[in-house]
Nanobody, 129 residues
């Protein structure tokens, strides 16, 4: 099994930055593509960004494009920690949500949450205006 644990969320003011982390454990070697999603109550889970393990392919959702950067910790190394990061800048009040880390056993990045087999518990990001 794979366990994902997010950290780095919190309460910030509009215009601030945050860096989220997602640490993978268990059978982490089976993880290839990883992604960030976010969700607010009553709405569907929204794609934020994704990154493949090999070839460094990245993809960003429209809502935060230009304000976020996704990265991984030496993903292509055989003993990589498989830690995923999301640097978020110029945060807005509408970015308030629970942010989830997701992973899948394929190297293809996907935007649909249904394509990811593994999920973390989420970390709350709250942005005050």
């Amino acid at each position: 099994q794979v366990q994902l644990a997010e950290s780095g969320g919190g309460l910030v003011q509009a215009g601030d930055s945050l860096r989220l982390s997602c640490a993978a454990s268990g059978r982490a070697f089976s993880i290839l593509a990883m992604a960030w999603f976010r969700q607010v109550p009553g709405k569907e889970r929204e794609f934020v960004a994704a990154m493949s393990r090999f070839a460094g392919v990245t993809r960003y959702g429209e809502s935060m494009k230009g304000r976020v950067t996704i990265s991984r910790d030496n993903a292509e190394r055989a003993n990589a920690k498989n830690t995923l990061f999301l640097q978020m800048n110029i945060l807005k009040s509408e970015d308030t949500a629970v942010y989830y880390c997701a992973a899948r056993a394929s190297n293809t990045v996907e935007v649909s949450p249904s394509m990811y087999e593994f999920w973390g518990q989420g970390t709350q990001v709250s942005v005050s205006s």
